[in-house]
T-cell receptor
Framework: SQQGEEDPQALSIQEGENATMNCSYKTSINNLQWYRQNSGRGLVHLILIRSNEREKHSGRLRVTLDTSKKSSSLLITASRAADTASYFCATDGASGSRLTFGEGTQLTVNP | DVKVTQSSRYLVKRTGEKVFLECVQD?????MFWYRQDPGLGLRLIYF???????EKGDIPEGYSVSREKKERFSLILESASTNQTSMYLCASSPGTSRVREQFFGPGTRLTVL
């Protein structure tokens, strides 16, 4: 079964607004990663947060991790039309170097 | 920059054909992965490899095999293509074997099996 599940499945906002996407997972993790995928392309790594971290920032991205709730959120501030993409969370676990991806959130930022 | 390349962006094959999907990375990464991506199912891991000549089954290995004869190249083989293997195939690589790192993805191959 899927380790990570994103919520919502689709999100449509206006340029300048903030976008928040959530990810829930089922088993213990070492770290959680977020990726972005433009339509028809490969995934690009955005940010990694370790299990002993609660919050991490990178530019307009803010990621939080709550291991007690087995959940993470990705916040994109001041969104731009170019942020339109699918966003995936990915978790590792006791299995080692492999990741398990969620089904993704499709974000549309309208100009 | 890390570069992961895949041999084809689009591929059309017929049922029963043997299909080779090639992936090459230029960063000397130990780990390489093959995923397929389908609407509503996200990315599913087919096979991965930690080193040359090593391979491990992922979540959906049935109908696929892999080959890793050189560190930079990881091939996915569909022994006898079927229509349910129509999908987007993504290759990825990552450094190291001791713990999880970020993965670097190729652009994907959209395979259609008729």
């Amino acid at each position: 079964s899927q380790q990570g599940e994103e919520d919502p499945q689709a999100l449509s906002i206006q340029e300048g607004e903030n976008a928040t996407m959530n990810c829930s997972y089922k088993t213990s993790i070492n770290n959680l990663q977020w990726y972005r995928q433009n339509s028809g392309r490969g995934l690009v790594h955005l940010i990694l947060i370790r299990s002993n971290e609660r919050e991490k920032h990178s530019g307009r991205l803010r990621v939080t991790l709550d291991t007690s709730k087995k959940s993470s959120s990705l916040l994109i501030t001041a969104s731009r039309a170019a942020d339109t993409a699918s966003y995936f969370c990915a978790t590792d676990g006791a299995s080692g170097s492999r990741l398990t991806f969620g089904e993704g959130t499709q974000l549309t930022v309208n100009p | 920059d890390v570069k992961v390349t895949q041999s084809s962006r689009y591929l059309v094959k017929r049922t029963g054909e043997k299909v080779f999907l090639e992936c090459v990375q230029d960063m000397d990464h130990e780990n390489m992965f093959w995923y397929r991506q389908d609407p509503g199912l996200g990315l599913r891991l087919i096979y991965f490899s930690y080193d040359v000549k090593m391979k491990e089954k992922g979540d959906i290995p049935e109908g696929y095999s892999v080959s890793r004869e050189k560190k930079e190249r990881f091939s996915l083989i569909l022994e006898s293509a079927s229509t349910n293997q129509t999908s987007m195939y993504l290759c990825a690589s990552s450094p190291g074997t001791s713990r999880v790192r970020e993965q670097f993805f190729g652009p994907g191959t959209r395979l259609t099996v008729l």
